[in-house]
C-alpha cells in the first residue's frame, strides 16, 4: 500500500508493517445515535462559551468539555475492541446506557457550577463505571486493571464528585485535578496500553465523524444567528466568509489529515501511541479549537463590522490557530516531522490572532480564510507535481518508534 501523498514520507522514522486481510469493522447505528448526545454537548458548551465573559469563566467551561470527550473517546474505545458485539443487543444496551449519562451531563452544563454540579458529576461517575465495567469484560478481567478506564473510574470520578459537593473554589480546584489526571493517565500508563489491538477502519471513521459534528456546530451557530438578524450587504458578505471558513477548515482535516491517520495506524507497531496520541489528545484540540470557532463565526454574523469588545469575539483567530498546530503535533506523533506548511500556517494565524483585537470582525475572518486557502493550494500543489514535503524533522525517542 502506497502512503497518501501527505501522509508519510520514505524517511518517516516508523516502519511500516503489512496489514492482515480482514473484513472492516463498520460504525454501528447504535453509535451514530450515541453521537446525538455529543452534538447536543457540544452545542450547550459553545452556547455557554459565547456568554463568556472573561477569561476565568471561559476556562471553566472548556474544563467541562473535558469528561465529556473521555466519555466519547472511552466509548469508541470499548466499542472498537468489541468489534461486531457492539451491534448486538447488549452492546447497544451498554451504549444507550452511556448516551443516557452523555445526556444528564450536557443538560447539566448550564448550572454544571451551580445547583446541577452534582447531577453533571453523578451522571460521569456512571458512564465511567460502565465503560470501565465493560472493558474489564473484554478483558476477561475479574478486577480493576490498572489502565486509564480504571483511573478514571477510581479517581477521577470521585473528584468530580467530591468537587461538586463542596462547590465553589474547591469544586474548580479537584474538577481541575481530575481532568489532569484523565489528560495525562494515557501517557503515564501508555505501557498498560500497548498490547492493544485496534480495527484500523474503525477508529479514523469515528473520529472523523467527532470531528463533523463539532464543524456541525459551526454551521448551527452561523445559520441561527443569520436567520435571527438583519441580512444586508456586510451580514451576507460575512455569511460567505463563514461557510468559506467551514469549507476549509474541513478540506484541511477531509482531504490529506484522514488519509494520513489511517495510513499511520494501519502501519505502525505502536497503535497505542496513535491511539493517545492523535486520537485522543490531537483531535481533542480540533474539537475544542472548531468550538472556538464556531463562537467566533456567530459573533461575526452578530457584528460584522464592528471592533471585538468581548472576549468570544475574539475566539476565531485562536480557534483556526490550534486547530492548524492540532495538525503540527498529530504527523510529529505519527511521522516524527510536521510539515512546513501547516508550520507556517499555524503562525500565520496566531498573528492574526495577536491583530485581531485592532481590527473588525469581518477583516479578521478575511485573514483567515486567505490563510487557509492558500495552505490547502500549496499543499495542492505539492501532490500536483509530486514534489517532496518540505518537513520540520524532530526525531521520535526509539522507545516510542
Known amino acids: 500500500m502506497n502512503p497518501p501523498p501527505l501522509a508519510a514520507d520514505p524517511a518517516a522514522d516508523t516502519p511500516a508493517t503489512p496489514a492482515t486481510p480482514h473484513e472492516e ?45 473521555w466519555g ?30 452523555g445526556l444528564l451531563m450536557s443538560v447539566a452544563i448550564g448550572q454544571a457550577y451551580g445547583d446541577h454540579a452534582v447531577l453533571f458529576a453523578v451522571a460521569y461517575a456512571v458512564l465511567r463505571l460502565v465503560l470501565w465495567a465493560v472493558r474489564s469484560g473484554l478483558a476477561g478481567q475479574r478486577r480493576p486493571c490498572l489502565e486509564p478506564f480504571a483511573v478514571a473510574l477510581f479517581v477521577s470520578a470521585p473528584l468530580y464528585l467530591a468537587g461538586a459537593v463542596l462547590g465553589g473554589t474547591w469544586q474548580t480546584a479537584l474538577w481541575v485535578a481530575a481532568a489532569v489526571i484523565e489528560l ?24 472523523g465523524l467527532v470531528l463533523i459534528i463539532a464543524l456541525g456546530e459551526t454551521v448551527v451557530a452561523t445559520g441561527n444567528q443569520a436567520a435571527a438578524g438583519r441580512l444586508g450587504t456586510p451580514e451576507l458578505a460575512a455569511m460567505l466568509l463563514a461557510f468559506l471558513l467551514i469549507v476549509l477548515l474541513w478540506w484541511t482535516y477531509f482531504h490529506f489529515g484522514a488519509p494520513a491517520v489511517r495510513h499511520s495506524l494501519e502501519h505502525t507497531p505502536a497503535q ?27 459573533k461575526l454574523l452578530a457584528h460584522p463590522l464592528d471592533l471585538p469588545h468581548s472576549l468570544p469575539e475574539v475566539l476565531l483567530a485562536p480557534g483556526v490557530a490550534l486547530y492548524l498546530w492540532g495538525f503540527c503535533y498529530a504527523r510529529w506523533r505519527m511521522f516524527g516531522a510536521a510539515t512546513v506548511q501547516r508550520v507556517a500556517a499555524a503562525v500565520a494565524c496566531c498573528a492574526v490572532a495577536a491583530a485581531a483585537i485592532q481590527l473588525p470582525i469581518m477583516a479578521t475572518a478575511a485573514l483567515l480564510v486567505a490563510v487557509l486557502l492558500a495552505l490547502n493550494g500549496f499543499e495542492a500543489w505539492i501532490v500536483h507535481t509530486r514534489r517532496p514535503l518540505p518537513l520540520l524533522r524532530v526525531p521520535l525517542r526509539r522507545e516510542e518508534a
Not at 274 to 295: E, P
Request: charged content about 15%; aromatic content about 12%; proline content about 2%.
Open 25 to 69: 469493522q463498520r460504525v454501528a447505528w447504535a453509535e451514530l445515535f450515541f453521537d446525538l448526545i455529543w452534538v447536543f454537548a457540544i452545542t450547550q458548551i459553545t452556547a455557554t462559551l459565547a456568554g463568556s465573559h472573561t477569561t476565568g469563566e471561559a476556562a471553566r467551561t472548556v474544563l467541562l468539555f473535558l469528561p465529556l470527550w
Open 184 to 207: 495525562s493517565s494515557p501517557r503515564l500508563l501508555r505501557g498498560r496500553l500497548s498490547g492493544m489491538r485496534y480495527e484500523t477502519a474503525h477508529l479514523p471513521e469515528r473520529f
Open 272 to 298: 497505542s501511541r496513535i491511539v493517545t496520541d492523535v486520537f485522543s489528545y490531537a483531535h481533542l484540540g480540533y474539537v475544542v479549537a472548531i468550538v472556538l470557532v464556531a463562537v467566533g463565526l456567530k
Open 72 to 101: 466519547w473517546v472511552g466509548t469508541t474505545l470499548v466499542a472498537n475492541l468489541a468489534g461486531s458485539r457492539v451491534d448486538r443487543a447488549t452492546g447497544r444496551l451498554v451504549l444507550f446506557g452511556a448516551a443516557g449519562c
